[in-house]
């Protein structure tokens, strides 16, 4: 009877050891399952939420004008800039370009250009010959305004002399030299454009009986303005009808003679 007991004994003793083992192997893999489980969460990087975006919807104005600019603000969230993107860059999307988000370049806009450094201080040497390029440059322009004065100049006198010789052969009543200082094709106007007639023929015509007509013709001259080859003359004429010795007329005249080539081409007379 004893030794049946002490056999049970040791079988229920045996039995509640294994279980034991096995509860402790079984909280030992849970343990380790828990700790892995653990260490995989701490490596994921959390998920990051982000609310909805809405866009305005274009409408059909905004497509006839072009790419529309809206903004993109996230519902029920603080709004937030694109790192990638500069904040004082407007987003644009183009309806026609299946709302593909482009960047508009604002460096351009003026205002916004990089300011130029300031040009370097000549040196002394530099100062030196700006002076002197300055100076001959002076000195040039001096030297074309001279030679301009003075061919002006020696043109005034020409003209002058012409004008001259064809009042010394008015007041001789001189034809043949008075005529000779008319260019063949010579015009004769009335001021400001009328042209009384043109050619030395009918000017022969003209002045040949009035010298044969008057016994005595005098111009003198009360002012008189040279321009290179236009000479003015204020003149006193006057003439005798009857007797040589007895001027019976007098008229102040204005008349205005160009000169080419010493021979006058046109004559304008101030009524």
């Known amino acids: 009877m004893k030794p049946l007991f002490f ?55 905004d497509l006839q004008d072009g790419p529309a600019v809206i903004t993109l603000t996230p519902e029920n969230a603080e709004q937030s800039t694109p790192t990638d993107i500069e904040p004082t860059q407007p987003i644009v999307v183009d309806p026609y370009k299946n709302n593909m988000i482009e960047v508009v370049d604002t460096s351009k806009i003026l205002g916004t250009e990089t300011a130029k450094p300031a040009d370097t201080p000549k040196t002394q040497q530099e100062k030196e010959v700006a002076v002197a390029q300055a100076e001959q440059a002076v000195i040039q322009a001096k030297e074309a305004l001279t030679l301009k004065q003075q061919v002006k100049a020696k043109q005034s006198r020409e003209s002058l002399a012409v004008i001259e010789q064809l009042i010394k052969a008015y007041n001789a009543r001189n034809i043949d030299a008075f005529i000779s200082m008319y260019d063949e094709n010579v015009e004769f106007y009335a001021f400001p454009n009328e042209l009384l007639f043109k050619g030395k023929e009918k000017l022969i015509a003209r002045y040949g009986i009035v010298f044969k007509k008057l016994k005595c013709i005098k111009s003198s ?39 080419e080539n010493g021979k006058i081409t046109k004559v304008l007379f101030f009524r």
């Open 7 to 61: 056999v049970v004994s040791l079988l229920f003793s045996w039995q509640l050891l294994a279980t034991e083992s096995t509860s402790v192997e079984s909280q030992v893999k849970t343990e380790t399952k828990a700790a892995e489980t653990k260490a995989a969460e701490d490596k994921v990087e959390p998920v990051k939420t982000t609310a909805p975006v809405t866009a305005i919807k274009p409408t059909e104005s």
């Open 221 to 259: 001259p009360i002012k008189r303005i040279v321009h290179g080859n236009i000479v003015i003359d204020h003149e006193l004429s006057e003439t005798c009808s009857t007797d040589p010795n007895v001027v019976d007329k007098r008229t102040e005249l204005i008349s205005s003679y160009q000169v």
